[in-house]
């Protein structure tokens, strides 16, 4: 066989790995409900699936990232593959949510374990001037793997059933694990040293815990709750504790000097930008497609899908060129244009079309190929070659925290919009049916009792007005009880006023209906207006996260080239 088909052999396992652990991040999401009627239980506690795994996957990271360096990353990647493939196929047949839970965490160490090794061994698999093609197809595949995940996730669930998003992954493992076995050579850090870090992975691990566990609950706790401000000082202080150990170890688990490049840190906050305007732009477009348009899971699903579409494409292109021309202004003007499209998705109404929300996804998309791929190349370009295993760990960190970080602040700022617009809705509503002459006093307070239920009844400030039909079946019941206290003639007069009481209540909650949804619609086009701001300050990070590729490599100074003494 070739060494052409040997790489590509190669490059299959580790995409098939790396497919697996970066789509099992949003594929679960939309099978919740789903598991929620199989499990029972509340909302918040199934909402530790998708939890769970976020969680062990940015705590585990950097961790894994410098084990594969020491002991090898061929060995890493296969314990990761392996872990993930075993995990997944107990979670399809977990027999509770507890164990699923669990299950699931066990998946994030997994992926954590091989997404960052997957960089290194494909630089190590692929000669020096292929780096730059190759980190884009992995950036395409990157897109591809997070933005499919509601479309692969709603066809698996209308055609078999939840357990299948966790046994899809079975094969691919298994076909990773036998690739990987004949095809991959290994491959360490010849400068890294054989004893383990323990002081620097336990001060990460632990702040790397704080961090994320406090950003998940801050919609239960609060940004200012005490306790949501002891996780982050915690988180902190065991940051600080960490590069201290750093400085002083012998063998530091993230030589400090990795820091002192400019460019690597340019890249690595650009990345926290980005995972956050990913993750921000996925959840609102789609909570609004469903919440707002009332599309199914899997149709909102497939048209979120387009956004991979434009994020393959441009990746496979500006990958391979930030390789000649720096990822500076590929990375620019992909944030910018992210930025735009996400406030673009602000304009959307209850009644768009879908032709314009995919044209708007499609502009997303276009914005994450421009900007991932090249940064992340970037990232790789610019330190000592033994160090891209660590380095890839950093990047990768800092995209999973990004991604959490951005998820706490949309999340919060939706409900707050949404509750400042609502709440004037509700009122509005109430006014309505108080000030209405046609209705008499029992059909207002049938009324008002029902906008109070699906007040009540609403998740996340989300509440939707009484459909006409619970209104009538309301107003109905109310009609008749109080028909029942009348005297026979009385009661005969009310009988005959209730279809011309009902006709009345359905115009008017059909009206209420429509005030709602409008102000609905508000509360998340000023939601998609502060993403896109929250998105703007990563076009000076992506300025810097290269060189001018018109440095020649005499002119730049050794310290800022990363070497590492």
């Known amino acids: 066989m070739s060494e052409k088909m040997k790489r590509v052999f190669a490059f299959t396992a580790i995409v098939l790995g790396f497919f697996m652990a970066l789509l099992d991040t949003t594929i679960v999401n939309i099978a919740l409900p789903e598991m929620t009627k199989h499990f029972g239980g509340s909302v918040s506690g199934i909402s530790w699936v998708m939890n769970g795994y976020n969680l062990a996957f940015a705590v585990l990271i950097l961790t894994a990232s410098r084990l594969a360096d020491q ?29 699923l839970i669990v299950l699931r965490i066990i998946q994030g160490l997994a992926g954590a374990i091989i997404v960052p090794v997957t960089i290194p061994l494909t630089t190590t698999t692929f000669p020096r001037e ?10 395409a595949v ?15 669930m209308e055609k078999l059933n939840w357990q299948w998003i966790f046994f899809v992954n ?15 050579g290994e491959s360490k850090d010849a400068s890294a040293g054989r004893r383990v870090d323990f002081a620097g992975t336990l001060f990460i691990t632990v702040s790397m815990f704080c961090l994320v566990y406090g950003l998940i609950r801050v919609k239960d706790w609060g940004w200012t709750s005490a306790a949501i401000l002891l996780f982050f000082a915690a988180g902190l202080l065991f940051l600080l504790l960490f590069l201290y150990a750093e400085r002083k170890g012998a063998e530091p688990m993230l030589p400090l000097e990795l820091l002192k490049i400019k460019v690597f840190n340019g890249a690595a906050l650009t990345l926290l930008i980005v995972g956050a305007g990913l993750m921000n732009i996925s959840l609102l477009t789609s909570f609004f497609l469903m919440r707002i348009m009332a ?7 497939l048209i979120l899908s387009m956004m991979a579409v434009g994020a393959t494409l441009t990746s496979a292109i500006s990958g391979p060129l930030s390789g000649k021309y720096g990822s500076r202004w590929f990375a620019s003007v992909g944030i910018l244009v992210l930025a735009g499209a996400t406030y673009s998705l602000g304009g959307l109404s209850s009644s768009s079309p879908v032709s314009g929300i995919l044209l708007r996804l499609a502009l997303a998309g276009i914005g994450v190929g421009l900007t991932m791929a090249p940064v992340m190349s970037a990232a790789v370009r610019n330190v000592p070659e033994e160090k891209v295993g660590i380095s890839s760990g950093v990047i990768n960190m800092t995209k999973a925290l990004g991604s959490v970080l951005g998820v706490a602040i949309i999340v919060t700022a939706l409900q707050q919009n949404l509750d400042d617009k609502m709440g004037v809705a509700r009122s509005s509503a109430v006014q309505m049916i108080r000030t209405d002459a046609k209705l008499l006093p029992q059909v207002k307070e049938a009324l008002t009792a029902s906008l109070q239920s699906a007040d009540s009844g609403g998740e996340g400030g989300t509440a939707s007005p009484p459909a006409p039909e619970s209104a009538a ?6 009609l008749r009880a109080a028909a029942s206290k ?5 009661r005969e007069a009310l009988e005959q006023a209730v279809p011309a009481q009902l006709r009345e209540a359905e115009a008017l909650v059909g009206r209420i209906g429509a005030e709602m949804k409008e102000a609905a619609v508000k509360g998340f086009s000023r939601t998609f207006a502060l993403a896109s701001l929250l998105l703007l300050p990563g076009v000076a990070f992506a300025l810097i996260s290269d ?19």
């Open 486 to 490: 009348l005297a026979p003639a009385q």
């Open 547 to 565: 060189r001018s590729p018109r440095r020649s490599e005499r002119e730049i100074p050794a310290a800022e080239k990363g070497t590492l003494l």
């Open 170 to 184: 079975v094969p691919l493992g298994v076909l990773s694990v036998i690739l990987t076995l004949v095809f991959i």
């Open 130 to 139: 292929l780096h730059g093609a190759i980190i884009g197809i992995w950036g």
């Open 295 to 301: 599309m199914t899971d899997l149709k909102a699903g």
């Open 142 to 156: 990157s897109g591809l793997a997070a933005a499919s995940g509601p479309a692969l996730g709603g066809m698996l």
């Open 473 to 478: 079946a309301a107003v109905g019941a109310q």
């Open 71 to 99: 002991f090898g990353r061929r060995k890493v990647f296969l314990i990761g593959i392996a872990l993930f493939t075993l995990s997944s196929l107990l979670a399809g047949f977990a027999p509770s949510l507890g164990a």
